[in-house]
């Protein structure tokens, strides 16, 4: 079945659209967090999204707030607790990984990626004896975007075929390198992380998967967060995920699928909450020395209009209540989200579930949701 068949099917089974929609809900909360439920209720009433949650963090405790529903079909509401797919945040736990391995002197920055994966990336013009580890972790390498290649609709023509990181590399690599306007400029690929996933397995002689939940999750007690393989379901309590063929069409249900398809880059599972512990325990130093932490942190320039910055898998934004918050963005098949923390004890994580499908709105009024958390 095509994507374009696949897609109407879906479509006309579906029986409820957003006028499913409940009223906003707090689970718990303070009075700071008007201005987070506000950016909520627009990604749901004007930006089109099925559900939109919030989780928030502080030193006086922890807020849960909703708008709209999980799940579409029996209209049930957000869960406070839910897992959900969170996309390219797996680059910063990935990323993680790489820098304890630095600081083991197992891995270093500046060599070139033939060092550990001698032949690897190689064809078209793409050579790993001029690739540095650094600039993978930067993106600041040439390597073909597999996006470009391998799109989210040839995802679902075969939603539940298995990917091997080897199989996912050769896509973009049967291309030409792309050219910069400048040396060393900034340009997000996921190729990149495909080959520092590649890198890990190398390096430990184990996958990367065991590796982050040997070094991050079990230490953390993560226990809604997974490299989730094979599993194409989410653990419960989870919503439904959902994209949109075409503006204005009815959301299609996604939520099953084979997240190896996205494998290094962006495959992960987790948690508002986890999210949080994850990113406290990292830019507090319990995951990495000081040495290799201030690596990490250390940015150039995206040239996006939302003012980012971009570290060694870790992405840095201006607040504006003052001062900055570090995190990373999520975009998967289903989902969108995005996880941001500050130095002195703040984290918010924010999910919406439907990606691709929203307007352009929907980038902003995320990102405004996390900020408005961080100065609630």
């Known amino acids: 079945m095509s994507v374009r068949a696949l897609g109407v099917a879906l479509a006309l089974a579906m029986s409820v659209t957003s006028s499913a929609l409940v009223a906003p809900r707090a689970l718990a909360g303070s009075s700071g967090t008007a201005s987070v439920q506000r950016a909520l209720d627009r990604l749901t009433r004007d930006d089109g999204a099925p559900g939109a949650l919030a989780d928030v963090r502080t030193k006086h405790g922890t807020t849960v707030l909703t708008s709209g529903v999980a799940d579409l079909e029996t209209g049930a509401a957000m869960p406070a607790d839910s897992d959900f797919r969170i996309g390219s945040m797996t680059k910063t736990y990935v990323a993680t990984v790489v820098m304890q391995l630095v600081g083991q002197g197992r891995v270093a920055l500046d060599a070139h990626v033939e060092r550990y994966l001698p032949g690897v990336v190689r064809g078209h013009g793409n050579d790993g004896r001029k690739i540095t580890i650094r600039s993978l972790l930067q993106h600041t390498t040439t390597l073909p975007e597999i996006l470009e290649y391998y799109t989210p609709q040839d995802i679902l023509a075969d939603r539940y075929a298995h990917h091997d990181l080897a199989d996912l590399l050769a896509i973009p690599l049967a291309h030409p390198p792309v050219k910069p306007d400048t040396p060393g400029q900034f340009r997000y690929c996921n190729t990149n992380y495909l080959v520092l996933s590649m890198l890990i397995e190398k390096v430990t002689h184990h996958p990367y998967g065991t590796e982050i939940k040997r070094r991050i999750l079990t230490p953390l007690g993560l226990g809604s967060t997974s490299v989730p393989g094979d599993e194409v379901t989410i653990p419960r309590p989870h919503p439904r995920g959902y994209v949109r063929t075409a503006a204005g069409a009815d959301p299609i249900d996604v939520t099953e699928f084979n997240p190896t398809a996205a494998a290094g880059a962006g495959d992960m599972i987790s948690s508002g ?25 250390g940015v150039t320039q995206t040239g996006h209009s939302d003012g980012g910055a971009y570290g060694l ?31 002195d004890g703040r984290q918010a994580t924010v999910m919406v579930n439907v990606d691709p499908g929203g307007p352009d709105a929907q980038d902003d009024d995320v990102q405004d949701a996390v900020t408005a958390a961080l100065c609630s």
């Open 273 to 297: 909450s986890d999210m949080s512990t994850f990113l406290d325990a990292l830019l507090s130093g319990r995951l990495l020395h000081r040495a290799e932490l201030a690596e990490m942190m």
């Open 313 to 343: 898998g870790l992405e840095q934004w201006s607040l504006p209540c003052g001062g900055v918050f570090w995190g990373h963005q999520g975009d998967i098949l289903g989902f969108q989200t995005m996880s941001g923390a500050t130095t």
